[in-house]
Nanobody
Framework: QVQLVESGGGLVQAGGSLSLSCAAS????????MGWFRQAPGKERAFVAA????????YYAVSVKGRFTISRDNAKNTVYLQMNSLKPDDTAVYYC??????????????????WGQGTQVTVSS
């Protein structure tokens, strides 16, 4: 069992930056690939970024590539999402998720087993 807790959300103006963190419980963090997803009102939960257990593979949604950076610190059981050049379309609840490191890194939310409660990110125009 892995428990995930996101933090760092908030309100920011367009063009600004925010840094999200996701802290995982337990000593098995390195057994999991980690992903960030987001859900805007009235829309389905969408993939944002993913990072393999050893940070050797990283994958971004086209809409955030070049603006967002995912990273992880296995010693701190934490995954991060640095978000720059934010746009109003980035407004959503952001969730981190953990998936089995034995599976290929991917954007399919069904491949992720554990989820955090989410943190709200609001970008004003």
């Amino acid at each position: 069992q892995v428990q995930l807790v996101e933090s760092g959300g908030g309100l920011v103006q367009a063009g600004g930056s925010l840094s999200l963190s996701c802290a995982a419980s337990g000593r098995t963090f390195r057994r999991y690939n980690m992903g960030w997803f987001r859900q805007a009102p009235g829309k389905e939960r969408a993939f944002v970024a993913a990072i393999s257990w050893d940070a050797g593979n990283i994958y971004y949604a086209v809409s955030v590539k070049g603006r967002f950076t995912i990273s992880r610190d296995n010693a701190k059981n934490t995954v991060y999402l640095q978000m720059n050049s934010l746009k109003p379309d980035d407004t959503a609840v952001y969730y981190c998720a953990a998936g089995d490191a034995g599976m290929p890194l991917n954007a399919d939310r069904n491949e992720y087993v554990y989820w955090g409660q989410g943190t709200q990110v609001t970008v004003s125009s």
